[in-house]
């Protein structure tokens, strides 16, 4: 009983210590700015006020709108378009079909690093560079070889009756797509966004190529972008640390077995 | 009726096979192109031929080999310490202790945070005003604050670290997914044959596990070797060029020196990588489809 006590009490305590520089972030983002450098922890008064400056001078409802869009807009095409081609993969079979399946997983190889000067000679000659609408091209293309597989995955568990007997009933295909298996496949659309949602987020390099305008960065691009001087307001920077991490957070509190099992079945997937 | 249903999955597969066609293939191709010639990226008119010469800067390139070097101990250190620590991690959910739950999300917590985010935070956190340095100088080890990030021989073990701290709640739920499959029987069998603990995870549940350390470790390599953000936030490379790995060495090649070409040569050695990695990951991913 003891025993059993102790260690609970043990692995708290390491749980607790790996938060450290979480929690120690969040009492910098309480701090005056007298105290910001010089304070161990929280200080005694705390100061709230902090986070409505950060919110203000660091254009944080902007941030926050471009890394919406540009996720939300790439999601929803990552999910139509490789539902789309993992069905034709798997159930509309045609001459070259396994070999564009496979090309597209090579997709999945490439890190965007690897391509990240041809996209923005791309990008520039295509009159995109410096719009959102050239980071979300970036991002389906990136974002679509894993969601096939996880599309594949689950269509290949569907029973082919099913669609044989639409078939027969006279449903075209398009429609046997639309009102029959996606339907089904609800798992498998939270797996993709859960997935692709995480991935473009939080991503960074292509942001920070691809766009030039403040007006324009996402919340990475924009985080980057504050630390840097000596003089940097520690309190407000740490505070915008809190703002930016929320939103991800309460997410994955409301649906964390969900999030898990979408973060980790991607990973194992891919 | 074939040829229907043949023609309709064509027209299905299209958009993704452009996305393909336009935003991969075409810029893995001109990567090739672009490594022979030197060019600013600004017009057409600029692009000079420039025959094998970034590939021979790139041999006598001190910085590369250091990228290069950089990027192996990255992809090294945090492959070993994110296995084993998440491995250490899932046995410590496994017990199902009270306390467990809160240990698992506290652990995974940082996974959901962006690495600029992370990266932010630690450098922060180890400046000369951080926690750590207060903490070391009230305990007197140290006089002068010990700068984590401005040493040329440390910065890029204090960028591992926070790496290690950010993915080990990843490499855990990997772990944890993966013990939830161990066969109880064989567990408790090896127990009432009086094997120790230690002789149980070794003989019974690693074997079994193998499949997941195999991808879980594939995946911590193919994460090491694009790593980008957290290096670029917390060092961009330096002090004195030290901590480069590739990405950040490309970048700053091709965006702070607009030097086209020869960080396309760069960009080639990351796909060679690639390649090697895909190689492996196609096996397992072959297995599972």
């Known amino acids: ?270 | 009726m074939r040829l229907r249903t043949a023609r309709i999955g064509f027209l299905f597969s299209l958009p993704a096979i452009l996305f393909f066609l336009a935003f991969i293939l075409a810029p893995v191709v001109s990567t090739f192109l672009l490594s022979f010639v030197q060019w600013k990226g600004f017009t057409l008119s600029d692009m000079k031929p420039a025959g094998l010469s970034n590939f021979i800067e790139l041999f006598s390139d001190g910085v590369f080999f250091r990228a290069l070097t950089n990027t192996l101990i990255f992809v090294a250190a945090t492959t070993v310490f994110l296995n084993l620590l998440g491995f250490i991690g899932a046995a410590i959910i496994d017990t199902k202790l009270a306390g467990s739950g809160f240990f698992k999300n506290a652990i995974f917590l940082p996974v959901l945070l962006s690495p600029i985010i992370i990266g932010i935070m630690w450098s922060r956190m180890l400046d000369a005003f951080g926690i750590v340095n207060q903490l070391l100088k009230s305990a007197h080890l140290i006089k002068l604050p010990f700068l984590f990030l401005g040493d040329e021989r440390i910065a890029l073990y204090t960028v591992i670290g926070a790496t290690i701290w950010q993915y080990t709640g990843y490499d855990m739920l990997l772990y944890y997914a993966g013990l939830q499959g161990i066969p109880h029987e064989q567990v408790e069998a090896a127990t009432i044959d009086g094997a120790s603990r230690l002789g149980i995870i070794w003989n019974v549940v690693l074997p079994f596990l193998s499949p997941v350390i195999a991808v879980t470790m594939l995946l911590n390599m193919i994460g090491g070797f694009k790593v980008f953000d957290i290096v670029y936030v917390m060092t961009a490379g330096g002090p004195n060029n030290s901590s480069h790995v590739f990405a950040t060495y490309l970048f700053l090649q091709a965006f702070r020196f607009n030097r086209m070409g020869y960080a396309s040569v760069i960009a080639i050695v990351i796909i060679l990588f690639s390649i090697i990695a895909a190689v492996f990951r196609l096996r397992i991913v072959r297995q599972e489809v």
């Open chain 1, 1 to 270: 009983m003891i025993k059993k006590a102790l260690q609970t009490l043990g692995i708290s305590l390491v749980g607790l210590g790996f938060l450290v520089p979480i929690i120690w972030v969040i009492s910098l983002s309480l701090r005056s700015k007298k105290t910001v450098f010089t304070a161990l922890f929280f200080t005694r008064d705390l100061h709230f006020e902090n986070y409505l400056t950060a919110w203000k001078t660091f254009h944080f409802g902007r941030l926050f709108l471009n890394s919406a869009f540009i996720t939300g807009v790439s999601v929803l095409f990552i999910l139509g378009i490789s539902s789309l081609a993992a069905y034709a993969f798997c159930r509309l079979k045609y001459r070259g079909s396994e070999f564009f399946f496979y090309l597209i997983l090579l997709g999945m190889m490439i890190p965007p690093a690897a391509v990240v000067i041809p996209l923005f000679l791309i990008m520039k000659n295509l009159g995109l560079y410096n719009t959102h609408l050239a980071l979300m091209l970036a991002y389906v293309t990136f974002g679509l070889p894993i969601a096939v597989l996880i599309f594949r995955g689950f269509f290949l568990s569907v029973p082919a009756e099913l669609i044989e007997a639409a078939r027969i009933d006279g449903s075209h295909e398009v429609n046997t797509f639309a009102s029959i298996i996606m339907p089904l496949s609800t798992p498998a659309i939270a797996t993709v966004v859960i997935f692709s949602f995480m991935q473009n987020w939080n991503e960074f390099l292509l942001a920070l190529v691809l766009l030039k305008d403040r007006l324009l960065y996402t919340l990475p691009v924009g985080m980057a972008n504050l630390v840097g001087q000596w003089d940097s307001p520690w309190q407000l920077i740490a505070a915008g640390v809190v703002i930016a991490s929320l939103p991800i957070f309460i997410v994955y509190l409301t649906i964390q077995d969900l999030y898990v099992k979408g973060l980790t079945a991607g990973a194992l997937k891919g």
